[in-house]
């Protein structure tokens, strides 16, 4: 028996011998001293006796007997030889006992090279085991700018707490959301229970994942893994039937596709409109004719639409469609719809009443509506965030950093202290962008100001009050109808206690939900999204496409409106950006030396402050517990 086994498994290193030569390639075991020079290590860590997946032991950790195999660890040498019997003698043993003594390895970079025991290593391998017990020390790479080493340095994090070596992934941040996922805070330690779970629910998925095909998507199985979470709840992994996992697979099998796209989001910077006909009809007359008698449109709300400023933003939205489009379409709006607890259920039932277009209008409920995009293809559903990943939906803003921009400006013009003051409401992706072109625009007409930022969304016992010198200050854009207030927009504190209001930003929603049913009236939808349809698609209007205004009191001096007039002019023609401008970040670090216009991504995955900002971003940990995952879910830092 153990002859044949010998022989089959030197067949396959033939095979796998013949076929590297044939490429050009190393037929023979790689030897981890061969190509890791001294000075590129920071030093060694023993690991300890633990359980390693056989798929990343990838070589050798020194010269000695690599060319006995080849670079499978498939044997090499003929059977008559020595080294074939005592082979044969680790296969007999290992089925009859099994092989107890772990072998001797080196882990780099996510990778092992054995040190003592590389025929134990052929022998489980030909067996297709998946794991080997082994005595690992840890060869720490220096730190570089390079992404895989960034991701190694995350990975070393995640293993002192879970211990858990099956699971790498291409993207960094991916271990800090598989941790939260898991309901762990970075730096704490995963019970064993936990690790258990997640090492048994990682290896159920990468099974069905890779025999689905998995391994010709170009991402990780831990990419794949860490989608399939944030969807469908990990816990369903063990409990759901592998009927019910394949069938989410194959659904979910585009993300897969969009995940392993280079560039994986397609921003949509101003709506394709069609020209007007000769006859002076615009092709959305000429075209309502021949679409859908009526198109039912459903607005889904966290909270009510009085109780919520930014819910009455878009219920505005919605009134705005009705009095465009008249009886071309119904709407309707479901509100509370608490991404905790019932949002799925209330789209869901959306669809059920016959809606063919859903706008969901928190950021919040992304996720719910990407599970009901894949369960209901031919419903369009459109999520109003920045930062989505899926292709199933769509999704929309304003690119309000522009406004912000000219508001500080104006706040620049009219600060007498050098001293403005800003309130943020939630440290997550495009909000730093909007701080950043608020300060810029300050910091032009006045070299010397600084912004004073404030959050919203902190706890109360970390809030901090309004330094005396600071009156002029940006607050929230819109107002809670429910509870009107003066602190709105730009607005200067009066020595006696009054407010002033000097201007502020309005995104126009209404306007941007008329140009989504334009593109679906006028079968534009599917030109957008262009010949790579595995990519997410976000709709970032702003200034150009009428969607965004700055409003500002007629007390405003005319000096600072015709230089606010110039710069919206300029904006708006593309001209100019707020960001085309070399800055300082608060590290020191020059932004954008060479003055060019950086690229949308860039721009709302800021993560960093400008120099003449006095703040900080805050941890999650100072978030009031009502945002935290908010915040998680929209991508905070």
Same mark, same amino acid.
């Given at each position: ?214 391994? *010709?998507?170009?991402? &990780?199985? =831990?990419?794949?893994? #860490?989608?399939? $979470? ?5 816990? %369903? !992994? ?35 409109? *069609?020209?007007?006909? &000769?006859? =002076?009809?615009?092709? #959305?007359?000429? $075209? ?5 008698? %009526? !198109? ?342």
């Amino acid at each position: 028996m153990s002859l044949e086994a010998y022989q089959a498994a030197n067949k396959r290193a033939q095979r796998a011998y013949r076929s590297a030569m044939n490429k050009g390639e190393y037929p023979y075991l790689s030897a981890l001293d061969d190509f890791l020079p001294y000075e590129r290590t920071a030093g060694e860590k023993y690991i300890g006796v633990v359980e390693i997946p056989l798929d990343l032991v990838a070589g050798t950790k020194t010269a000695g007997r690599q060319n006995s195999f080849a670079h499978n660890f498939m044997p090499l040498l003929g059977e008559d030889t020595e080294f074939a019997y005592k082979w044969s003698g680790l296969y007999d043993s290992q089925l009859e006992e099994g092989i107890r003594d772990p072998i001797v390895a080196y882990e780099y970079m996510h990778r092992f090279y054995v040190m003592e025991g590389n025929k134990r290593v052929s022998v489980l391998k030909s067996l297709d085991a998946a794991k080997i017990s082994a005595k690992v020390t840890r060869i720490i790479p220096k730190k570089t700018d390079d992404l895989e080493n960034k991701i190694y340095y995350e990975f070393m994090d995640f293993f002192d707490c879970a211990k858990i070596y099956d699971i790498w992934f291409s993207k960094e941040g991916s271990y800090a959301k598989l941790t939260k996922n898991y309901g762990y805070e970075p730096g704490q330690m995963w019970s064993e229970e936990s690790q258990k779970a997640l090492r048994s629910e990682f290896l159920s998925f990468r099974k069905i994942y890779k025999a689905k095909g998995g391994d *010709k998507v170009n991402i &990780t199985s =831990g990419d794949a893994f #860490l989608a399939y $979470i944030e969807l469908f709840p990990a816990w %369903q !992994l063990q409990s759901g039937s592998e009927d019910e996992i394949k069938s989410n697979l194959t659904k979910m099998w585009d993300e897969f596709l969009t995940l392993g796209q280079g560039q994986s989001m397609k921003i949509v910077l101003e709506p394709h409109q *069609k020209e007007k006909t &000769t006859a =002076g009809m615009s092709i #959305l007359n000429r $075209i309502l004719s021949d679409a859908p008698k %009526q !198109l039912k449109i459903a607005f889904i709300f966290e909270k009510s639409v009085v109780n919520s400023a930014w819910n009455y933003a878009h219920e505005m939205g919605r009134m705005h469609l009705e009095h465009v489009f008249g009886d071309k379409i119904k709407t309707a709006i479901y509100e509370h719809a608490e991404f905790t607890n019932n949002s799925e259920d209330i789209i869901e039932a959306a669809i059920e009443d016959g809606n063919q277009i859903i706008f969901t209008v928190p950021a919040q409920l992304a996720n719910a509506s990407v599970k009901a995009a894949l369960k209901h293809p031919e419903i369009k559903i459109l999520n109003c965030s920045t930062n989505s990943k899926y292709q199933a939906i769509r999704t929309y803003y304003c690119r309000m950093y522009e406004s912000k921009f000219l508001l500080g400006v104006i706040a620049g013009a009219l600060s007498e202290t050098n001293d403005v003051g800003y309130m943020a409401d939630y440290p997550i992706y495009s909000t730093i962008a909007n701080i950043n072109a608020f300060a810029l625009g300050a910091q032009m007409v006045n070299p010397r100001v600084k912004v004073h930022l404030r959050w919203g969304s902190v706890k109360k016992d970390r809030q901090a009050e309004w330094e005396d010198e600071v009156h002029v200050i940006f607050d929230k854009d819109m107002i809670n109808p429910k509870y009107p207030t003066r602190k709105y927009g730009l607005y200067r504190q009066l020595a006696d206690g009054q407010i002033e209001n000097i201007a502020t930003s309005i995104c126009h929603w209404g306007k941007v939900y008329e140009l989504i049913i334009r593109s679906i009236m006028e079968k534009t939808w599917n030109e957008e999204a262009g010949k790579n349809k595995n990519q997410a698609l976000n709709y970032w209007w702003g200034l150009s496409s009428g969607v965004l205004e700055i409003v500002y009191s007629q007390k405003l001096p005319d000096g600072t409106k015709n230089l606010v007039n110039l710069l919206t002019e300029m904006i708006r023609r593309r001209e100019f950006s707020p960001f085309q401008v070399t800055w300082t970040r608060q590290d020191g670090t020059v932004t954008n030396e060479a003055g060019k216009r950086l690229e949308p991504e860039e721009i709302f995955r800021m993560n960093y402050l400008a120099s003449n900002v006095e703040g900080s971003i805050p941890a999650l940990d100072d978030l009031k517990e009502e945002v935290k995952e908010f915040v998680r879910l929209q991508g905070g830092f």
